[in-house]
């Protein structure tokens, strides 16, 4: 069952490179969007706000630091596509998610002391 997934990551990657290179061909691109279902640059900013709410999620970092660390040039950008993508701010986003790791944190604490 891996292989077929193992083949289409190898293809993703393949086409991204391709397209990341000099040679942006009509083939290329239409190797891309085939594979995945969507442009490049689509799937590229789907990538880092994937990974921007992970570290919402799991770190204290700032969130200027998440924009760079993700790949985008400023916390202008994250937030717009934050906004275009789920419809919030990342800020917004951090305290929705970290308070509910924070209350099943704490259950979890409580829980195991017998509270």
């Known amino acids: 069952m891996a292989q077929p ?7 993703i990657t393949k086409c991204a490179i391709a397209l990341q290179s000099r040679a942006r061909s009509v083939a290329n691109k239409a190797c ?28 204290d970092m700032p969130i200027d630091c998440i924009a ?5 040039g400023t916390s202008l950008s994250l937030r717009q596509q934050f906004a275009a993508q789920l419809g919030t701010t990342p800020s917004d ?15 979890s604490i409580k829980g195991s002391l017998g509270f």
């Open 68 to 72: 760079s660390e993700v790949g985008f």
């Open 5 to 11: 997934r193992m083949r289409r990551t190898c293809r």
């Open 32 to 59: 891309f969007r085939e594979t995945t279902g969507t442009t490049f640059i689509k799937w590229l900013n789907a990538e880092r706000v994937a990974r921007a709410q992970q570290l919402l999620e799991t770190t």
């Open 93 to 107: 986003y951090r305290r929705t998610f970290c308070k509910e790791l924070r209350t099943k944190g704490a259950e």
